[in-house]
């Protein structure tokens, strides 16, 4: 089946430690998507990619990084840097450009930073 | 984008009809209406888009106003698992820019 994978689904760290999560597509979409969502909130962008080698910020960039070295996999590292972590991370794709394609969205990683 | 903005919440019973409104009077000629639905613990997932006319599709139905400042989506039947945070989104036809999501509307299904 096709789709986005991210793993873990739960994930501890302690703080102070930097921890990257895993965003894996096999749908062959160009542009990859960090979102992360707070309790009750919408989701906010933190980083994101429209092709292999390239990405931009967010919104909220700071204290995160990433890297686009293969067109299936979108990881994002939360570092010791983001003063508060603890969040639901999502990871989304799309395949083209225009306003008729639509995202699609992995199950997300539940990060809580002890 | 051009912003949207939806009720914080709505209720509904179950098996009844459900109309969720969204406002977006800076709305584009190329702009798209898309709505987004999220679950419980998961990831948004695609409900519908249109541009000018009405759309259905197996999911719901979306009525755009003649002027497009405003759509509402319409679930015709409320299930228990319809219950999520439903977002409007506006996405202009051109590149690959995010999708950038308000706090949507939360609805919730009385059995």
């Known amino acids: 089946d096709g789709g986005i994978t991210q793993s873990p689904k739960y994930l501890f760290r302690k703080e102070g430690q930097n921890v990257t999560l895993s965003c894996e597509q096999n749908l062959n979409h160009d542009a990859m998507y960090w979102y992360r969502q707070d309790p009750g909130q919408g989701l906010r962008l933190i980083y994101y990619s429209q092709i292999v080698n390239d990405f931009q910020k967010g919104d909220i960039a700071e204290g995160y990084s990433v890297s686009r070295e293969k067109k299936e996999s979108f990881p994002l590292t939360v570092t010791s840097a983001q003063k508060n972590p603890t969040a639901f991370y999502l990871c989304?794709?799309?395949?083209?450009?225009?306003?008729?394609?639509?995202?699609?969205f992995g199950p997300g990683t539940r990060l809580t930073v002890l | 984008d051009a912003k949207t903005t939806q009720p914080n919440s709505m209720e509904s019973n179950e098996e009844e009809p459900v109309h969720l409104p969204c406002n977006h009077s800076?709305?584009?000629?190329?702009?798209?209406i898309h709505w987004y639905r999220q679950l419980p613990s998961q990831g948004p997932e695609y409900v519908i888009h249109?541009?000018?006319s009405n759309v259905n599709n197996r999911m719901a139905s979306l009525a755009i106003a003649e002027d497009r400042k405003s759509s509402t989506l319409i679930l015709h039947r409320a299930t228990l698992r319809d219950a999520a945070v439903y977002y409007c989104i506006l996405r202009r036809n051109s590149g690959n820019t995010p999708l950038v999501f308000g706090k949507g509307t939360r609805l919730s299904v009385i059995a």
């Open positions: 989304a794709s799309r395949k083209g450009g225009g306003g008729v394609d639509t995202q699609y």
């Open positions: 249109g541009l000018t």
């Open positions: 800076t709305i584009s000629g190329t702009d798209y």
